[in-house]
């Protein structure tokens, strides 16, 4: 079953705008983890977030989670067309990883 | 270079012929897990392996086997094939479980016609 839900789908934004996306899910998680997809490639890691933080940054990405609503969001600031990429939340419980949809962020020069 | 390797890249065959995609890892990672990727329903779970011997179903393990004998190799077997499982797959390791950053191999393409 899919633990993480992402919002939006797909998003499209001008060369150094922000971007915004939300996770969701279901049950107790022990962390969440972000990871990029570009194109059909293999998922690179981005930033992992303990169900005991609030929000941790990394260079421009920056992640916040909120147990009590079972949500998280990923925010990439400041974008550049290398970013043009399908994001991932991915929720961890035992030795089960269950990932959600992906949200393609586009970024236009 | 610390990497997941995978092979084959591209696979096309035919509904009832065995197949394995096998999977390595340098990094003497513990546990190695399988993915398939389908257009809008992303990654999906479907086998992973706490250590050597020791391997679990994911959310979607109907069709596969897996094995795991060494630490650094864990190949998928579709012992008979069929068009629902035209899919993109990827094997992925971590240090220890699924808590820590997963590493990716470049993804495996198959068609079963």
């Known amino acids: 079953s899919q633990q993480g839900e992402e919002d939006p789908q797909a998003l499209s934004i001008q060369e150094g705008e922000n971007a915004t996306m939300n996770c969701s899910y279901k049950?107790?998680?022990?962390?969440l983890q972000w990871y990029r997809q570009n194109s059909g490639r293999g998922l690179v890691h981005l930033i992992l977030?303990?169900?005991?933080?609030r929000e941790k940054h990394s260079g421009r990405l920056r992640v916040t989670l909120d147990t009590s609503k079972k949500s998280s969001s990923l925010l990439i600031t400041a974008s550049r067309a290398a970013d043009t990429a399908s994001y991932f939340c991915?929720?961890?419980?035992?030795?089960?990883?269950?990932f959600g949809a992906g949200t393609t962020v586009t970024v236009r020069a | 270079e610390a990497q997941v390797t995978q092979n084959p890249r591209y696979l096309i065959t035919v509904t009832g012929k065995k197949l394995t995609v096998t999977c390595s890892q340098n990094?003497?990672?513990?546990?190695m897990s399988w993915y398939r990727q389908d257009p809008g329903l992303g990654l999906r779970q479907i086998y992973y392996?706490?250590?050597?011997?020791?391997?679990d179903k994911g959310d979607v393990p109907e069709g596969y086997k897996v094995s795991r004998k060494e630490k650094r190799n864990f190949p998928l077997i579709l012992e008979s094939p069929s068009p629902n499982q035209t899919s993109l797959y990827f094997c992925?390791?971590?240090?220890?479980?699924?808590?820590?950053?997963?590493?990716f191999g470049p993804g495996t393409r198959l068609t079963v016609l």
């Open positions: 990094m003497n990672h513990e546990y």
């Open positions: 992925a390791s971590s240090l220890a479980g699924s808590g820590n950053e997963q590493f």
């Open positions: 977030i303990r169900s005991n933080e």
């Open positions: 991915a929720t961890s419980n035992d030795y089960k990883l269950s």
């Open positions: 049950t107790s998680i022990n962390n």
């Open positions: 392996s706490m250590n050597v011997e020791v391997t």
